[in-house]
């Protein structure tokens, strides 16, 4: 016995990305395998959503910069616990979870933003309709892994992915309204 760590290991892969193993969970494997599938392009969405929230984050200029920082602060921690929650579903389902973000960007619906600055209002409206799409997806799967009898996909979709968006999207839109017509 040695204190030494065995550094540089390297082996084969033991899962390969888009296969799911038997769990005794009472589903069947396709309903799994479909699960998994549609979770990993969720958490793709998710773990891109997270980092537009974070490039918007630090992009703040204007009167309300203060406010949207810790406004997209908060959203950013919040589509992250989604992150991991999503990528522990997959994994409870037997599959593997989309956890490189060079492989999430080949699977995201997110549009890659600009690599400069943009104006608060054109960030507002980007992280609103990255919601929107993500909201559309995560609706229609929600609705097909329930159809397959996999309630707890279905349940963590609702349950926290569609809540926790149809919040942010709330908190979004209100910093496109016009002051004057909101009285």
Same mark, same amino acid.
């Given at each position: ?7 540089? &290991? ?6 390969? %990305?888009?296969?799911?193993? #038997? ?7 396709? +309903?799994?395998?479909?699960?998994? #599938? /549609? ?11 997270? +980092? ?12 309300? @910069?203060? #406010?949207?920082? !810790? ?5 950013? &921690?919040? &589509?992250?616990? !989604? ?7 997959? #994994? ?9 973000? /060079? ?8 549009? /890659? ?7 608060? /209002?054109?960030?507002?409206? $980007? ?8 909201? @559309?997806?995560?609706?229609? +799967?929600?609705?097909?892994? @329930?159809? !397959? ?13 569609? $809540?926790?968006?149809? +919040? &942010?999207?709330? %908190?979004?839109?209100?910093? !496109? ?7």
């Amino acid at each position: 016995m040695t204190s030494q760590p065995h550094l540089h &290991q390297h082996g084969p892969e033991i899962q390969e %990305f888009g296969t799911v193993v #038997q769990m005794p969970i009472a589903l069947s494997h396709d +309903a799994r395998q479909y699960a998994c #599938q /549609r979770l990993n392009r969720v958490l793709a969405d998710t773990q891109f959503l997270y +980092a537009l929230y974070k490039k918007c984050h630090w992009g703040m200029r204007g009167a309300t @910069a203060y #406010q949207l920082h !810790l406004l997209f602060d908060k959203h950013a &921690q919040e &589509q992250l616990d !989604l992150v991991d929650a999503l990528a522990e579903r997959v #994994q409870s389902l037997g599959g593997v979870a989309v956890g490189d973000p /060079r492989h999430a960007a080949g699977i995201t619906g997110v549009p /890659r933003p600009p690599d400069g600055s943009e104006s608060t /209002r054109s960030m507002l409206s $980007r992280l609103l309709d990255a919601h929107e799409g993500i909201l @559309a997806d995560v609706r229609d +799967a929600a609705r097909r892994t @329930a159809e !397959l009898g996999d309630e707890g996909t279905q349940d963590l979709l609702v349950s926290q992915v569609v $809540r926790t968006s149809e +919040a &942010q999207v709330w %908190f979004l839109a209100a910093h !496109l309204t016009d002051p004057e017509t909101a009285r």
